[in-house]
């Protein structure tokens, strides 16, 4: 199992047949059968705590767990760290030393010193190969970035830390290829939804954090909305003091419910992509019935202006289907670091403006980035003097047992009247477990 569905499908492509962690999960509890079960769970560092320990809950006496992973990589996007907490608590680890991805000597030098958290030495290093650029100018840098990739587009991956740069680079590129004759220059523009990633799952459970004409995709149906596996609706009115949200059916009707009780929900917002013959894309949710992963990559051998879309992934194979029945596609020249984990290119350009925030320029985006390239990695930067520095940051998620031991406190004191009060309807910050994200009474008791 993998927590993405990108890694599932990478383990599918090596021959190992593969789920989600989140598929598994879904199955619900399974009686024991005192059979003996192995589960190996790949990219463990991007699961969370509440999913780790659900698995760890259904295990049945007899099974066995190996968690596959990096420490240093990507962290969940929900809460908690549970690889690296077991690993400090004593779990049997192997490590495995050797770098096998990098095949330039001088590169793979760097990726040693990222792996050990050396992060100073390993600037420094690709500024000596000739491996770091400067462009001060945000719109100069962004359009040299798009011309190297066109000079030598082939297994070519450019990693950017924030979607809005993502966006323009990989608009950038697709002219500059479409200048070249590399790309069709008939383009069509079509709608396609890109997910709200700045929504965590506790943020989904109110109201306030909707926005009308937010798309909503139910991944498992739900009773409470009347909605099947897969439908879409429509955010048409919230109401954030009775923390209800009102969405709107395929078929026209409107369903008023409070959001945190479906499960599997995921929020899209509207917008518009403009694509062509010879495109680099990235499918942006997963499909069965396309037998597409999340983050997975191709390029348009067909299009028309209706829509109809025949996709030939890295992985081999035609995909065929109408953009307006699967619209989660956008460019894929350029990807986020998250998303970037797990792929492997010849050659990656690596966009960093030290001016962003640690949650999107820090160690593990650095370690991630750089390592995606076999052959060649270059660092495009508005300022070399800071770069070292900023990408040294850490970002390693808090956990309540941490917050404890940093702040020791009586337990009373911190969970007592003053500190967790429960009201229907209202907005509570459970920040006595070492969380300020708004929670309910359930949830942050249970966490």
């Not at 690993?87 to 040693?112: C, F, N, W, Y």
């Not at 640690?358 to 991630?368: D, K, P, Q």
Request: hydrophobic share 35%.
């Amino acid at each position: 199992m993998a927590p993405t569905s990108r890694a599932a499908h990478k383990l599918a492509e090596a021959g190992i047949q593969a789920n989600t962690l989140q598929h598994h999960l879904a199955r619900g509890s399974q009686a024991d059968s005192g059979d003996k079960h192995l589960y190996v769970l790949d990219e463990s560092s991007l699961a969370s705590t509440r999913q780790i320990h659900e698995f760890l809950q259904r295990l049945g006496v007899e099974d066995r767990v190996l968690l596959a992973g990096d420490v240093r990589q990507h962290e969940a996007i929900e809460a908690g760290r549970p690889y690296s907490q077991l690993q400090q608590a004593g779990m049997r680890t192997a490590h495995l030393d050797e770098i096998v991805r990098q095949k330039d000597p001088s590169l793979k030098e760097v990726v040693e010193h990222l792996a050990s958290g050396e992060v100073h030495r390993a600037i420094e290093n690709l500024d000596r190969q000739g491996r770091v650029q400067q462009v001060a100018n945000r719109e100069e840098r962004l359009q040299a970035i798009a011309q190297e990739y066109a000079r030598h587009s082939e297994s070519t991956l450019v990693v950017s830390p924030d979607n809005r740069s993502r966006h323009e680079l990989n608009l950038l590129i697709h002219r500059e290829l479409q200048e070249r004759g590399e790309v069709r220059s008939e383009s069509h523009t079509f709608r396609v939804l890109e997910a709200r990633q700045e929504l965590t799952g506790a943020d989904r459970a109110w109201a306030e954090q909707y926005t009308p004409g937010d798309v909503l995709r139910y991944s498992r149906g739900s009773k409470v909305v009347g909605v099947s596996t897969g439908e879409y609706t429509t955010v048409v009115r919230t109401d954030a003091k009775q923390n209800l949200l009102t969405v709107e059916r395929e078929a026209g009707q409107q369903v008023t419910y409070v959001p945190g009780r479906p499960q599997g929900v995921s929020v899209y917002r509207e917008a518009a992509r403009e694509f062509a013959e010879g495109d680099r894309v990235q499918f942006t949710a997963p499909s069965k019935d396309l037998h597409v992963a999340n983050h997975e990559l191709g390029t348009i051998v067909r299009l028309d202006e209706r829509g109809d879309i025949a996709v030939h992934t890295d992985s081999g194979r035609l995909v065929e289907f109408q953009l307006k029945d699967h619209p989660h596609l956008d460019h894929g020249y350029a990807v986020t670091s998250h998303s970037s984990q797990g792929q492997t290119a010849d050659r990656v350009l690596i966009h960093v403006d030290t001016e962003e925030s640690v949650h999107l320029v820090n160690s593990r985006m650095a370690y991630v980035a750089v390592s995606r390239g076999r052959y060649d990695a270059q660092i495009y930067t508005n300022d070399k003097s800071e770069l070292a520095q900023h990408l040294s940051r850490d970002v390693s998620h808090h956990t309540a047992i941490s917050a404890m031991q940093e702040h020791p406190v009586d337990l009373d004191e911190r969970i007592g009247e003053s500190s967790m009060i429960y009201e229907a309807g209202k907005n509570h910050s459970a920040t006595a477990l070492g969380q300020s994200t708004a929670v309910g009474y359930e949830q942050a008791v249970g966490e």
